[in-house]
């Protein structure tokens, strides 16, 4: 068996839980895993050891150079078989810290690119495209969570090197839905969704869209299970439209099942992607989904046969998705239950596992 190394900045969202869940699974199996990464206040929720390594979370001379100082110290402790890095900054800091330990192997997941990732500054996506393609020499595979992050990967090179394994998860479990979202149920249909309170998962533009479907359909309401940066603006569009009895906003929530358990529909309004957790997760529940078509969301919902693709920025055709589906209860019903068989054949949290390991076995780590 081996030893594994991932490192990785975020402390939770689609990055951590990734990591966590391959974290667990590969340990199961026998390897020796640790996490490197500001990850002290998560001991408790992981399986396997935490290495504390201040990684920050946007570029910073004297803070990258501490974290690469601390990071180098962790692979001579360690003594890593195989180093995974998971998303830019960490993958930034993991591959400038290996020029050390050049005869070890890094794995590098972008988990979406930073210069593919919505920033309204074009310079800022500029300057991470410019890094990536410096260090995209110091990783020995890039393993892409879709097609779509992989034909990214391709053009910033070696090409050869890259590597598609989709995201999987273990299946929504249905259960005890969560307590607001148990209120709201029985006023009328219930839409969810899932995200991060921040510019690029497009929560506003589905409460604009909220505000024409509930038009036609006034005893629609709209559960938002998230928090973050933009939580104020979010909840100012909210009032703006008028939609303070149709849109509720749950914060955090410990997990999506009880969210995912007591909602009709889901929604993924994104701006920008890779291959997003939670319309995997929408889809082992059987729920009909309406996504934007960003990154590899098409690679997971195939347009009208396991749910609705519609463009981004585009209130109206989210809208009009949503009210299909709406006023279409058999034909909903079929997206998701194909959705849910699709789920079922590639998205397992097995099929990750096993993936990842095939990639590892290809550097001689197995």
């Known amino acids: 068996m081996s030893r594994i190394l991932m490192v990785l900045r975020p402390d939770r969202g689609g990055v951590f839980n990734h990591v966590a869940r391959l974290s667990a699974a590969l340990a199961a199996k026998g390897h020796e895993v640790a996490l490197c990464g500001p990850l002290s206040c998560r001991r408790a929720d992981l399986d396997v050891p935490v290495i504390q390594v201040e990684i920050p979370r946007s570029p910073s001379p004297r803070a990258d150079l501490q974290a690469i100082q601390v990071l180098g ?8 078989d195989l180093i995974h890095a998971h998303g830019s900054q960490a ?54 969570v879709c097609e779509a992050e992989r034909r990214v990967a391709a053009k910033i090179g070696p090409s050869e090197r890259t590597r598609v394994v989709h995201n999987g998860r273990e299946p929504i479990r249905g259960g005890q839905v969560h307590p607001q979202v148990a209120t709201l149920r029985g006023g009328g249909p219930l839409v969810c969704t899932i995200a991060e309170l921040r510019a690029s998962k497009g929560v506003p533009l589905l409460i604009e869209a909220m505000a024409k479907v509930t038009q036609d359909l006034p005893e629609v309401r709209l559960v938002i299970a998230g928090d973050g940066d933009d939580r104020a603006a979010v909840e100012a569009r909210i009032r703006s439209l008028g939609l303070q009895e149709s849109v509720a906003l749950l914060g955090a929530t410990n997990g999506p099942d009880g969210v995912l358990s007591g909602a009709d529909l889901f929604v993924n309004p994104a701006f920008a992607e890779a291959f997003p957790y939670t319309v995997i997760e929408a889809m082992s529940a059987g ?14 919902i195939v347009h009208e046969s396991s749910g609705l693709l519609v463009p981004p920025h585009d209130a109206v055709a ?18 998701g239950e194909r959705a849910q068989r699709r789920y079922q054949e590639r998205f397992t949290l097995e099929a990750m596992v096993s993936g990842t390991l095939g990639v590892y076995a290809e550097l001689g780590v197995g």
Do not use: W
């Open 287 to 300: 729920l009909p989904i309406v996504a934007t078509d960003v990154g590899g969301t098409s690679e997971a």
């Open 91 to 144: 993958g930034f800091l993991a591959r400038i810290a290996r020029v050390a330990s050049p005869s070890i192997p890094l794995v590098f997941t972008p988990h979406l690119y930073a210069f593919a990732n919505y920033f309204p500054r074009r310079a800022e996506r500029l300057a991470y495209r410019l890094i990536e393609q410096a260090l995209a020499p110091a990783a020995t595979r890039v393993l892409c």
């Open 318 to 335: 989210l809208a009009v998705a949503i009210l299909r589906l709406l006023r279409d209860p058999d034909f909903a019903a079929a997206q």
């Open 73 to 80: 110290m962790a692979i001579r402790g360690f003594k890593p």
